[in-house]
C-alpha cells in the first residue's frame, strides 16, 4: 500500500509564509502526477496545486502567485511552498498521487493543519 505522509502544518500569522512537504513510501517517479488538496472548515477539498512526472505544474487561481509546488524525486518527496499566507488559507492540506490518470489522484495521504490567524 503506498503511503504519503504530510508534515509541515503550523499556525502562522497572516502574511507569513509556510513549506509543506510530503514523504512517499516509493519512488514518486512511479506516479504519473503529485498534487496538493486542501479542505478549509466546512467547505469541499479543492486543489491547490500540482506536478507531473515531467515537472510541468498547475495551481489553482487562488493560489497563482504565492504558492510553488516542487518535487525532489531522489528524496521521493513533494512540497508546497506558500507566502503571503492569509486566513482563507486556513485549511487541512492533503498530499496525493496518481497512478496512470494525471488529473485522478487516488493515494492520499492524511492531511496536515495549516491554521493562518488574522
Known amino acids: 500500500q503506498v503511503q504519503l505522509v504530510e508534515s509541515g502544518g503550523d499556525l502562522v500569522q497572516a502574511g507569513g509564509s509556510l513549506r509543506l512537504s510530503c514523504a512517499a513510501s516509493e519512488n514518486i517517479r512511479n506516479f504519473a502526477s503529485m498534487a496538493w488538496y486542501r479542505q478549509p472548515p466546512g467547505k469541499q477539498r479543492e486543489l491547490v496545486a500540482s506536478?507531473?512526472?515531467?515537472?510541468?505544474?498547475d495551481y489553482a487561481d487562488s493560489v497563482k502567485g504565492r504558492c510553488t509546488i516542487s518535487r525532489d524525486d531522489a528524496k521521493n518527496t513533494v512540497s508546497l511552498r506558500m507566502n503571503s499566507l492569509k486566513p482563507e488559507d486556513t485549511a487541512v492540506y492533503y498530499c496525493?498521487?496518481?497512478?496512470?490518470?494525471?488529473?485522478?489522484?487516488?493515494?492520499w495521504g492524511q492531511g496536515t493543519q495549516v491554521t493562518v490567524s488574522s
Open positions: 506536478i507531473s512526472r515531467g515537472g510541468s505544474t
Open positions: 496525493a498521487a496518481s497512478q496512470l490518470i494525471v488529473a485522478v489522484h487516488t493515494y
